[in-house]
Nanobody
Framework: QLQASGGGLVQAGGSLRLSCSAPGRTRSPWTVAWFRQIPGMDRDFVAAMHRSAGRISYADSVKGRFAYSRDAARNTVYLQMNSLRPEDTAVYYC???????????????????WGQGTEVTVSS
């Protein structure tokens, strides 16, 4: 069962680190991704590490500000978020799949396992 945590209220320019507890899903063949959702809108891809090569992909909107990492020994995936902006305000979710291919890494429908989200609010 996936469980995201670490959200909160932060001022613009601040930082937060989200955690995703993902027992049994932090090693190949699993891919764990981060998505975010603004109420009333679709979930958007944020970041993921593909299971095969370890390459990390980021949405353009977060490149250079967010960093994805994982600690397999702790069964946890992290999302370090720096230089936060009001437009980063959303509910953040982690998701996992053992069958994601590179071309679908950023697709919400490629992931079957989802955790409860954690809310991030960035004030201006």
């Amino acid at each position: 069962q996936l469980q995201a945590s670490g959200g909160g209220l932060v001022q613009a320019g601040g930082s937060l680190r989200l955690s995703c507890s993902a027992p049994g899903r932090t090693r190949s063949p699993w891919t764990v991704a981060w998505f975010r959702q603004i109420p009333g809108m679709d979930r958007d891809f944020v970041a993921a590490m593909h299971r095969s090569a370890g390459r990390i992909s980021y949405a353009d909107s977060v490149k250079g500000r967010f960093a994805y990492s994982r600690d397999a020994a702790r069964n946890t995936v992290y999302l370090q978020m720096n230089s936060l902006r009001p437009e980063d305000t959303a509910v953040y979710y982690c998701a996992a799949s053992s069958s994601v291919i590179r071309s679908t890494l950023a697709s919400e429908t490629a992931y079957a396992d989802w955790g409860q989200g954690t809310e991030v609010t960035v004030s201006s």
